[in-house]
């Protein structure tokens, strides 16, 4: 199971880091994702980091603003996003791939977070 938090209100231009915490042994064998979605809109590639940590890739939107982080010992993954714009409220959820391949599509994530809601104030 995935849990997300740590979203919540925040200005813009501010900061605000969410957390994606994972139950099971094997959380280090999975590569995650992080997606966010919009009412009526589908939902959008964020960024995504290996099992190990050590590849990350983001969407050209938030390269460079966000970042993507991983803690195997704590069985959590997290998004560090800086300067963040209205345009990034969302619903930002977490998912898991148990062969990642460089996954940006929802497609293929195997296992899905409940979602914790990012609200950026103009």
């Known amino acids: 199971q995935l849990q997300a938090s740590g979203g919540g209100l925040v200005q813009a231009g501010g900061s605000l880091r969410i957390s994606c915490a994972a139950s099971?042994?094997?959380?280090?064998?999975?590569?995650v994702g992080w997606f966010r979605q919009v009412p009526g809109k589908e939902r959008e590639f964020v960024s995504t980091?290996?099992?190990?940590?050590?590849?990350?890739i983001y969407a050209d939107s938030v390269r460079g603003q966000f970042t993507i982080s991983r803690d195997n010992a704590k069985n959590t993954v997290y998004l560090q996003m800086n300067s963040l714009k209205p345009e990034d409220t969302a619903v930002y959820y977490c998912?898991?791939?148990?062969?990642?391949?460089?996954?940006?599509?929802?497609?293929?994530?195997?296992?899905w977070g409940q979602g914790t809601l990012v609200t950026v104030s103009s």
């Open positions: 998912a898991a791939v148990r062969f990642w391949a460089y996954s940006k599509n929802p497609g293929e994530y195997d296992y």
């Open positions: 099971g042994r094997s959380f280090g064998s999975y590569g």
């Open positions: 980091v290996s099992a190990s940590g050590g590849t990350t």
